[in-house]
């Protein structure tokens, strides 16, 4: 091989340290290629970092903090490449690890609470144990089974966001399923494990601490159906979470984080949101499907409504936020906005009995309440629209009722679009800045899509059919104002840089060909050969030739054969976008 060629060939400096009689273990971890030695499996190397001593050595530098005069290598180099070293999942360096009972408590020492725990060594440690629960799951699960201390000192610790990873690990609610999974969820069941992690959500810790607390327990929500997750809908952990959420009406913290996994055990896909996979199964609208709720976790959230509502009272709260267009007297805060998203969430399970609940404490009501007094809050009027949307969707004239007439949901909505700006008003919560022009109120895009479905359900529902039969003065908004702003909003009636259809096509036209759409191709050759001849697809700030000025325009000319295959594209594009939705709703 090339490469093999002694003129061409260098000795590697680890190859150079290895070669004297004697050397230490520092000696290599401050060689710059010895991680590359090591993914290479050199075997000098890999026989000398395999012993016992040197494992041992290696453990000290994740375990334990250096001393304060310690010099910089010995503080981050050494414990950095340790860790390197352990994840480079060589076999016979983490066999020596797990087989010897004494490396293994020294691993395990870090979790110890009369010890510093270092975010920085956390890190390090969180590696080495994941990659032992990958490379070496059933040595290690062993281990954790026959001390039972070390779930106790994870919990305690699931402040630290590392170790919160290794707990989410060890509940299995990652893609890595290790031999005896089944065994082991069982065995955490049926330990105390869960009961100490709920019980982190109590207001007496840090925020942090709820913070982490809670994403363990919506990965084990994530995770169902599993022991642990059964375990976690149960009546009695859902009244224990709640009772951590309610305990104390000061610490929001723990309210907003017990009602997320309230939320995940409701819909254990929603919080998955951010990952990759996710925004491609919301192309192709698979996020919509709704996931079965155990009734019975359900029931045992209900009881827990009435005291979340006295919660969204904000008469009572003093508190002023100046803001960019006047002042918020209160601010809805994020206590509040969780228990509308939580409302929504719970209103989507199709549950009759927390509709009629939802209805009777009046919950809905208070909610479309909040919409309108806080116009620019366009996470409030998201969560709202998905209230009102499940409401309609639901096809139940009950409720459909409720939101129409004793909500009074299209009154409200008419009386908004006749004066679309926030008044000064002592009673709202929001009011404007003294001495300038009142802004727009900021959900009228919301407003517009709620119309729009009032009026697509009323085709299939009679009792929206009737109640709008019933109010003229919605019908002559819906047929003036409401119908202009459709027409404006429809982007096939755009001519700004793609062509213009023949044929008006709205929203809701699904039984629409739209291969069949007619698209003006002289205008659009016409288009293209201006946008190029003008440099209009360049650099703006590049400055034009004056020779250019006479360039012959077959350079840049695009026949009707041309604009065919734009049109192509075109329609490729409608094929995959074709319901696209323009609010007018500013951020």
């Known amino acids: 091989m090339f490469w093999r060629l002694t003129s061409l060939s260098t000795s590697s400096p680890v190859e150079s340290i290895l070669d004297k009689e004697n050397f230490s273990l520092e000696e290599l971890l401050d060689e710059e290629e010895i991680i590359q030695e090591c993914k290479a499996l050199n075997s000098r190397l890999v026989n000398f970092l395999r012993d016992r001593a040197q494992v041992e050595e290696l453990l000290r530098y994740i375990v334990e903090e250096p001393p304060k005069d310690a010099e910089s290598k010995r503080a981050f180099k050494f414990p950095f490449i340790a860790c390197e070293i352990f994840t480079c999942e060589i076999d016979v360096i983490l066999k020596t690890l797990v087989e010897e009972s004494e490396l293994m408590d020294m691993l395990f020492s870090f979790l110890e609470p009369d010890r510093p725990h270092s975010a920085l060594l956390a890190g390090y440690f969180s590696k080495v144990i994941i990659c032992l629960m990958i490379r070496k799951t059933v040595p290690l699960m062993h281990y954790v089974q026959a001390h039972q201390n070390v779930l106790r000192q994870l919990v305690d610790l699931i402040g630290i966001t590392s170790i919160m990873e290794v707990l989410v690990r060890l509940v299995g609610a990652d893609d890595h399923v290790y031999p005896n999974f089944m065994d082991v969820m069982q065995w955490l069941s049926e330990s105390d494990m869960l009961e100490m992690i709920v019980d982190k959500l109590s207001p007496s810790n840090l925020p942090e601490v709820h913070a982490n607390a809670a994403e363990t327990l919506c990965a084990i929500a994530r995770n169902a159906p599993s022991a642990l997750a059964t375990k976690l809908s149960s009546p009695s952990f859902v009244a224990r979470i709640f009772d951590h959420a309610l305990e104390d009406s000061h610490s929001k913290s723990g309210l907003v984080h017990s009602l997320s996994v309230c939320i995940s055990l409701l819909d254990p896909k929603r919080l998955s949101a951010y990952s990759p996979l996710f925004h491609s199964f919301r192309n192709q609208h698979m996020y919509e499907c709704p996931v079965p709720v155990d009734p019975v976790t359900v029931g045992a959230m209900l009881p827990k409504l009435g005291d979340l509502l006295k919660l969204l009272n904000v008469s009572s709260d003093d ?7 006047g002042e918020l007297r209160p601010p809805l ?3 509040r906005l969780k228990i509308v998203e939580f409302i929504s969430v719970l209103l989507k399970t199709g549950n009759v009995t927390a509709e009629k609940e939802l209805i009777n404490s009046g919950t809905i009501k208070r909610v479309i309440d909040l919409f309108f007094e806080y116009p620019c809050n366009n996470f409030l009027h998201h969560h709202v629209e998905n209230i009102i949307m499940s409401c309609l969707e639901s096809k139940k004239d009950d409720i459909v009722d409720h939101l129409l007439r004793e909500c ?3 009154g409200k909505i008419l009386q908004t679009e006749k004066n679309p700006t926030i008044l000064a008003d002592s009673n709202q919560p929001t009011s404007p800045a003294v001495g300038k022009r009142a802004p727009r109120v900021c959900n009228l895009g919301h407003t517009t899509r709620i119309s729009n479905k009032i009026l697509q359900m009323g085709n299939s529902q009679s009792c929206i059919r009737t109640y709008l039969l019933e109010n003229t003065e919605w019908n002559e908004w819906q047929a003036t104002t409401l119908h202009e702003r459709n027409l404006v909003e429809n982007v096939y009636r755009w001519s700004c840089g793609r062509p213009t259809a023949l044929q008006d096509r709205t929203r809701d036209s699904d039984e629409d060909d739209l291969h069949d759409r007619d698209y003006d191709v002289s205008a659009l050759a016409n288009n293209l050969n201006q946008a190029f001849r003008y440099k ?25 054969e041309s604009a065919e ?4 594209s075109l329609r490729l594009g409608d094929d995959q976008g074709r319901f696209v939705t323009v609010a007018n709703n500013p951020l």
Not at 319 to 325: A, E, G, Q, R, S
Not at 565 to 568: D, L
């Open 536 to 560: 209009s697809y360049g650099n703006i700030d590049t400055v034009e030739d004056p020779r250019s000025l006479g360039q012959d325009d077959e350079d840049v000319y695009f026949d009707d």
């Open 333 to 335: 805060g994020k206590h």
């Open 565 to 568: 295959v734009v049109i192509s």
């Open 319 to 325: 508190k002023v936020l100046p803001t960019t267009y």
């Open 408 to 410: 009074n949901l299209m």
